[in-house]
C-alpha cells in the first residue's frame, strides 16, 4: 500500500484508520489512569507501603509542607496518597515526572521512587 506521495507503507491499513488506533492508545493511557477505586501501591520486603491516589491532595499538614519546602504554585499538581513505614502510618502527597514519584509526607520527610516500582491494587 501507498500513502498519498506514493511511499511505501509496509503495512495493510489505511493511515486515516492507524490515526484512529494511534489516537484510542494515546487516549488509553494518558486519560484517567487511574480509576477512582484504583491505587498504585508499592511495597517493600519490611512491609513498608506506599499508595498513591488519583485525588488532589487535601491534607492541611502536608499542604504546608509543600508550601514551605517546594515553590507553592505547585501544590496543586500533588495528589493524595498514604504510607506506611516503620509501624506507622503517615499522609502523603505526590507528582509524578520523567518516571519518579516525588513522595512528601506529613512530616516533611521527602522520597523518590521510581514509577516503575508501583503495581495497580484497589485495596484501599
Known amino acids: 500500500m501507498k500513502n498519498e506521495r506514493g511511499r511505501e507503507l509496509g503495512i495493510g491499513l489505511p493511515l486515516s484508520i492507524l490515526g484512529c488506533i494511534y489516537a484510542f492508545f494515546i487516549l488509553m493511557f494518558t486519560s484517567g489512569s487511574i480509576r477512582a477505586a484504583d491505587v498504585l501501591m508499592v511495597k517493600?520486603?519490611?512491609?513498608?507501603?506506599?499508595?498513591?491516589?488519583?485525588?488532589?491532595?487535601?491534607?492541611?499538614?502536608?499542604?504546608?509542607?509543600?508550601?514551605?519546602?517546594?515553590?507553592?504554585?505547585?501544590?496543586?499538581?500533588?495528589?493524595?496518597?498514604?504510607?506506611?513505614?516503620?509501624?506507622?502510618?503517615?499522609?502523603?502527597?505526590?507528582?509524578?515526572?520523567?518516571?519518579?514519584?516525588?513522595?512528601?509526607?506529613?512530616?516533611?520527610?521527602?522520597?523518590e521512587i521510581p514509577m516503575w516500582a508501583f503495581q495497580r491494587s484497589t485495596e484501599s
Open 44 to 111: 517493600d520486603a519490611a512491609g513498608n507501603t506506599m499508595r498513591l491516589y488519583e485525588t488532589p491532595c487535601k491534607d492541611e499538614k502536608v499542604l504546608a509542607v509543600i508550601n514551605a519546602k517546594v515553590l507553592p504554585k505547585y501544590a496543586s499538581q500533588f495528589k493524595g496518597g498514604a504510607m506506611f513505614y516503620d509501624g506507622k502510618d503517615y499522609n502523603a502527597c505526590w507528582f509524578a515526572t520523567n518516571g519518579v514519584v516525588y513522595v512528601i509526607d506529613d512530616v516533611g520527610e521527602q522520597t
